[in-house]
């Protein structure tokens, strides 16, 4: 029996203006998440010390991944 590989999600969590943006993806889209960091940060001069990149987990898991997402959700937007 073969175990099956999913497809990892990441999240972008951007802060901006008192605020955090969260994106979802997959590892496509980390270089393009990247390069937007590397642009802000060098030829539009904003500060992205704050800002990351996380792995929150993989399709294989989804009651997991789901519950990643959910916490990620309540940290960031919910008081």
Known sequence: MSKSIGVKIYVKLVEENEKTYLTFGTEK????????????????????????????GTTDDVEKLLTNINQLIEEHYEE
């Open 29 to 56: 889209d980390v270089s393009e998440w990247k390069e937007e960091f590397s642009k802000w940060e060098e030829e539009e001069d904003f500060s992205v010390e704050n800002d990351r990149i996380e792995e929150i």
